[in-house]
């Protein structure tokens, strides 16, 4: 049997899952995002950070989904990266939207949904993507996402939206300035994960309304603009994976009754469905 490396990779983390024969290693490196990192970044992340944790196993076939490689220019530089480390390999490289439909709905129909440091979604018939409601990034989009939620809680602190009680709990926690923020989000790599980091304000406060409005809010402005608008999203189970998503799952059910549609799985991560498809 040959010796596979399967890997979801997202904008924050990527989980490697490596099979030789039964017997099965996982571990995680930085995510690896086109977007973000050029062909010898993401050469150097394979060899620092995932060669010694191979332990010499060389992997026959690489199955590696990730965020970004939606377009076949940013497949072509990933899928360089990977040629460049390992020579010898049969090397496939699809989104992390496939990776999530597969993981979630295996060989079935369904809607599946990545709410993570990002956010996407997709219509999959058990084959293929058959419909995908436009992922715009974190700028323009990546409704319920982490990035957007923790947009959300930054917006409420600079404007001073935030009540007294929650003010001083972000300044404890964070122990951080408006010059400090602009900074990260305007000027230094990775603003979307910084952005995703204050995700952790909004788990940590549940209860307060304010708090369970960003959450509701931003979780209903990806169902509006998304989900809403498949058809199969009437007749198909919505299936969700990521950290906000199996974070917030109580949110995603009260959501999923009120728009009368029925809330299917809802995974951390992909990486396990991924296992067992591609065993």
């Known amino acids: 049997m040959a010796i596979k490396l399967i890997a979801d990779s997202g904008s924050t983390k990527t989980e490697w899952c490596l099979l030789n024969g039964k017997k099965k290693s996982t571990f995680k490196t930085q995510g690896i995002s086109p977007y973000f990192l050029t062909t010898e970044q993401i050469q150097t992340i394979l060899i620092k950070e995932l060669v010694p944790k191979l332990k010499n196993v060389k992997p026959a076939e690489i199955y590696f989904y990730g965020t970004g490689c939606s377009n076949a220019t940013n497949v072509n530089f990933v899928k360089k990266a990977f040629k460049l480390v390992f ?12 990776g999530a439909a597969k993981a979630l709905c295996g060989n079935k129909m369904g809607v599946a949904c990545i709410l993570g440091t990002g956010s996407n979604s997709c219509y999959y018939n058990g084959k293929k993507i058959i419909k995908n409601s436009p992922g715009l990034g974190y700028v323009l989009g990546d409704e319920g996402s982490g990035s957007y939620l923790g947009k959300k809680v930054i917006q409420h602190y600079l404007y001073g939206t935030f009540d007294e009680d929650l003010m001083d709990r972000f300044n404890a926690l964070y122990n951080t300035s408006v010059s400090e923020i602009l900074d990260a989000v305007y000027r230094q790599p990775f603003p979307n994960r910084y952005l995703a980091g204050f995700t952790k304000f909004l788990v940590e406060n549940r209860g307060h309304f304010m708090i369970e409005n960003i959450i509701e809010d931003g979780i209903n402005d990806f169902f509006f603009n998304h989900i809403y608008k498949y058809r199969e999203s009437w007749t198909l189970p919505i ?35 991924l296992v067992k498809y591609h065993s």
């Open 239 to 273: 299936h969700f994976v990521g950290s906000v998503a199996f974070g917030f799952k109580d949110v995603l059910k009260e959501l999923c009754n009120s728009y009368e549609i029925k809330l299917g799985t809802v995974l951390k991560s992909p990486i396990d469905g």
């Open 87 to 98: 020579t010898k390999a049969k090397v496939q490289i699809d989104h992390d939207l496939m």
